[in-house]
């Protein structure tokens, strides 16, 4: 829309004068100068163009709510989010579906970053559409927020559990996760399951057809970095299938920042992809761990029993050097007799003969 909008204007710097070389500016300067030079071009093309937009608006909390006779918003739409202001005193349909009058391209500053920022002038009238509050869903929510969950460590215990990571195909989430790994593949099996993040229907249908697998994965990573559509992995119908899900489900959603619906409905929440990989890699140290120690325990138990043994063996070597005398006696004895057998019966054929 902004696009479109601003589809025939000039470059942004084409009336600027020719530069002139500067010397010695921190990069915090240069991008001081780039801000202004942007804010300066944004103020001359929207001075005239408002334009009407179908936006969400939801109040932001907490720090940055407001400053001076503004008030700080978010306006979203279709799992964008666009950071806005008002006058206070405006009446705003808060979490309803409106089309607002904005002033387009609006920037402000914010740390090393340049940002865009809408300016809401005027409120119209509802689209009928009422987004729930946070509040409002939390609540709704709430009994499988406070379930018991499934233990997801005692899951990695098992031999070669099974671990599905459902992320985007392009994404890093992936290497982020795994990386840190690389010294336990033997403990653990990986499998990627590709899907739309930014698309509800194919997150919903990923994790409800683990539920069809016999046997189900032993663990699922539903994991992407932040930006643009985090939103849509609230969507009731995901959070339904990670409540009703039998295997044990992790999330790692975002960045540090980024707190959803879904990381407290999940067995187990990371605040990044690269922290679910470290928490994997830990519990897999421990794994190797306690599979070292059975191992040095039944040594140890082996080697508390070797003088036993020894004991045992020269025992049996004895009896065997006994068993071996009496062969040889009974060996001794069954020669004699036969011996014995034989001249009896040669004397019995001689005695036979004389009669």
Same mark, same amino acid.
């Given at each position: 829309m902004m696009h479109e909008e601003l589809g025939d204007s000039p470059h942004p710097f084409a009336e600027l004068p020719a530069p002139v070389a500067l010397e010695g500016l921190s990069l915090r300067q240069v991008m001081q100068m780039i801000h202004r030079g942007i804010d300066a071009w944004v103020n001359q093309e929207q001075h005239s163009r408002p334009v009407w937009v179908t936006a969400t608006p939801l109040p932001k909390l907490g720090k940055g709510e407001s400053m001076g006779n503004w008030q700080f918003l978010l306006l979203s739409n279709n799992g964008i989010q666009v950071e806005g202001r008002m006058e206070k005193g405006l009446a705003m349909p808060w979490n309803e579906e409106s089309r607002l009058l904005v002033s387009l391209g609006v920037v402000e500053w914010s740390g090393s970053r340049v940002l865009p920022q809408l300016t809401v002038l005027q409120v119209g009238r509802p689209t009928g559409q009422v987004v729930e509050s946070r509040d409002e869903r939390l609540g709704k929510w709430d009994t499988v927020i406070q379930r018991t969950k499934k233990d997801v460590s005692l899951v990695l215990q098992k031999d070669r559990p099974r671990v599905v990571v459902v992320t985007s195909e392009g994404g890093e989430a992936?290497? =982020?996760?795994?990386?840190?790994?690389?010294?336990?593949?033997? &403990?653990?099996? &990986? +499998?990627?399951?590709?899907?739309?993040?930014?698309?509800? +229907?194919?997150?919903?249908?990923?994790?409800?057809?683990?539920?069809?697998?016999? !046997?189900?994965?032993?663990?699922? $990573?539903?994991?992407?970095?932040?930006?643009?559509?985090?939103?849509?992995?609230?969507?009731?119908? $995901?959070?339904?299938?990670?409540?009703?899900?039998?295997? !044990?489900?992790?999330?790692?959603?975002?960045?540090?920042?980024?707190?959803?619906?879904?990381? &407290?409905?999940?067995?187990?929440?990371?605040?990044?992809?690269?922290?679910?990989?470290?928490?994997?890699?830990?519990?897999?140290?421990?794994?190797?761990?306690?599979?070292? =120690?059975?191992?040095?325990?039944?040594?140890? +138990? *082996?080697?508390?029993?070797?003088?036993?043994?020894?004991?045992?063996?020269? $025992?049996?070597? *004895?009896?065997? $050097?006994?068993?071996?005398?009496?062969?040889?006696? &009974?060996?001794?004895?069954?020669?004699?007799?036969?011996?014995?057998?034989?001249?009896?019966?040669?004397?019995?054929?001689?005695?036979?003969?004389?009669?």
């Open positions: 992936w290497s =982020d996760v795994t990386e840190p790994l690389r010294e336990f593949t033997s &403990l653990v099996t &990986l +499998q990627r399951v590709g899907v739309r993040m930014t698309d509800p +229907q194919s997150v919903r249908h990923a994790l409800e057809a683990f539920q069809q697998q016999n !046997p189900f994965p032993d663990l699922v $990573i539903l994991t992407r970095g932040g930006g643009e559509g985090i939103d849509a992995l609230d969507d009731d119908q $995901i959070l339904h299938a990670a409540a009703q899900s039998a295997y !044990p489900l992790v999330v790692a959603i975002g960045h540090t920042r980024d707190r959803l619906i879904l990381d &407290l409905v999940a067995d187990k929440s990371c605040a990044t992809p690269r922290e679910c990989g470290l928490w994997l890699r830990g519990e897999l140290e421990r794994k190797r761990l306690k599979q070292l =120690d059975v191992a040095h325990a039944k040594e140890q +138990q *082996a080697l508390k029993q070797l003088p036993e043994l020894k004991t045992q063996l020269s $025992i049996r070597e *004895a009896d065997l $050097i006994r068993l071996n005398h009496a062969m040889k006696a &009974l060996e001794n004895r069954n020669r004699l007799l036969i011996f014995v057998t034989s001249t009896l019966a040669v004397l019995a054929s001689i005695m036979w003969l004389l009669k």
